[in-house]
């Protein structure tokens, strides 16, 4: 119907760099709660695109990745694709590790197997692509147990 294209050209809007949505976190925080599977895709997916971006303000986005992982109703893909995004800023820069672990840990913990193999899965590879995390890692996973290989 016509809530579709209305959707939509939101979503476009806040796109947009120049719209006064664009920067605003909690208008964003407040979106990915949306019961409406193409906003949330489409807002994870502008998410994926602004980590790619030249002096990205990590910060910023993890307030949004926390909400997109701490969302109890459906989302598993936003999740996954969340737990990639958060793992990925780490590996740009570990000082972001002492924000970002806590919410992979939180993942790490979920009654949800997917979210539990991604988020778990996301940090054996920052543990493999940052050695120097390991500490970090397991002071949030203590119960984690690492096959030496």
Same mark, same amino acid.
């Given at each position: 119907?016509?809530?579709?294209?209305?959707?939509?050209?939101?979503?476009?809007?806040?796109?947009?760099?120049?719209?006064?949505?664009?920067?605003?976190?909690?208008?964003?925080?407040?979106?990915?709660?949306?019961?409406?599977?193409?906003?949330?895709?489409? *807002?994870? #997916?502008?998410?994926?695109?602004?980590?790619? @971006? =030249?002096?990205?303000? /990590?910060?910023?986005? !993890?307030?949004?990745?926390?909400?997109?992982?701490?969302?109890?109703?459906?989302?598993?893909?936003?999740?996954?694709?969340?737990?990639?995004?958060?793992?990925?800023?780490? *590996?740009? #820069?570990?000082?972001?590790?002492?924000?970002? @672990? =806590?919410?992979?840990? /939180?993942?790490?913990? !979920?009654?949800?197997?997917?979210?539990?193999?991604?988020?778990?899965?996301?940090?054996?590879?920052?543990?493999?692509?940052?050695?120097?995390?390991?500490?970090?890692?397991?002071?949030?996973?203590?119960?984690?147990?690492?096959?030496?290989?």
């Amino acid at each position: 119907g016509l809530l579709e294209p209305m959707r939509a050209a939101a979503i476009t809007w806040l796109e947009d760099s120049s719209s006064h949505g664009h920067d605003d976190a909690v208008l964003w925080s407040r979106l990915i709660e949306t019961p409406f599977d193409d906003v949330r895709l489409r *807002l994870v #997916d502008c998410l994926q695109h602004r980590t790619t @971006l =030249p002096d990205v303000d /990590v910060n910023s986005l !993890s307030h949004l990745w926390c909400s997109v992982l701490l969302g109890v109703h459906r989302g598993g893909r936003m999740k996954l694709k969340a737990m990639q995004q958060i793992q990925a800023a780490i *590996l740009r #820069d570990s000082r972001h590790a002492t924000k970002l @672990l =806590p919410v992979l840990s /939180v993942a790490a913990r !979920s009654l949800r197997a997917p979210e539990r193999r991604g988020a778990i899965a996301a940090m054996a590879s920052l543990k493999n692509g940052n050695p120097e995390l390991e500490a970090a890692i397991r002071s949030h996973l203590p119960e984690l147990q690492w096959a030496d290989c």
